[in-house]
C-alpha cells in the first residue's frame, strides 16, 4: 500500500522514494546498524535490486512502509507496519535508524509513537506487536516511551555470530 506522510515535530515519515535506495545499500551491509537485525548480515545488493525492493513494498497490501527525514530533506532511517490483519485489527512494527549521525537523538522514539498514534487513529488498529533482541535496550526503551509493553520472551529464538540469543515480543494496545 502506498503510505501516507505524517509529519511530526522533528521529522517527515514519508513513502519509499527511488533515492532511498542508494542509501540503503549503505545501511544494509554496515555492521553496526544491522546488529540487531533478525537476518544474517546482508550481502550488497544492486541498485536494481533495491528499486524493485521499493516497488513490492508498494505493492503489498498488507503494510505500510516509510522512510524517515529530517525537516532539512535528509533521509536517516525507515519504519514500517506490516503484517496488517483488519479482521483482527492488529499489524507488526519495526523501525531502523540507519544514519547513525542520528542515533541517540529521540528519532526511533518521536518517529514510533507518530507511527503507533496513526495506526491506532487512522487505521483503526488495536493492537501493534514488536520484537527485538533482548541486547537491543535502545529499542526496549524506545518501545516502552510508546506505551509498548513487554509480552513475550522467546528464549534462544535466533541464532547471532554462532550463539543462541533471546528474543523480546512487545505489545501495544489502543486503549
Known amino acids: ?89 492488529i499489524a507488526e512494527l519495526g523501525v531502523v535508524v540507519g544514519d547513525k549521525a542520528y542515533w541517540g537523538k529521540g528519532v526511533a522514539t518521536e518517529v514510533v509513537a507518530a507511527v503507533v498514534q496513526y495506526a491506532f487513529s487512522d487505521l483503526g488498529l488495536e493492537r501493534i506487536s514488536a520484537e527485538t533482541e533482548a541486547g537491543n535496550v535502545g529499542v526496549q526503551k524506545v518501545l516502552s516511551a510508546a506505551g509498548f509493553e513487554q509480552d513475550g520472551l522467546f528464549k534462544a529464538a535466533r541464532v547471532k555470530n554462532g550463539k543462541r540469543i533471546d528474543v523480546l515480543h512487545f505489545g501495544a494496545v489502543k486503549m
Open 1 to 89: 500500500m502506498k503510505a501516507p506522510i505524517i509529519e511530526t515535530t522533528s521529522y517527515r515519515i514519508r513513502p519509499f522514494k527511488d533515492s532511498d535506495a542508494e542509501l540503503w545499500q549503505v545501511w544494509d551491509v554496515d555492521p553496526e546498524v544491522q546488529a540487531h537485525m533478525p537476518e544474517p548480515m546482508n550481502v550488497p545488493q544492486t541498485l536494481e535490486e533495491q528499486l524493485e525492493y521499493i516497488k513490492e513494498c508498494e505493492a503489498e497490501e498488507d503494510g505500510y512502509y516509510w522512510s524517515i527525514e529530517t525537516k532539512d530533506g535528509i533521509t536517516i532511517g525507515t519504519v514500517a507496519l506490516t503484517d496488517i490483519n483488519q479482521h483482527h485489527r
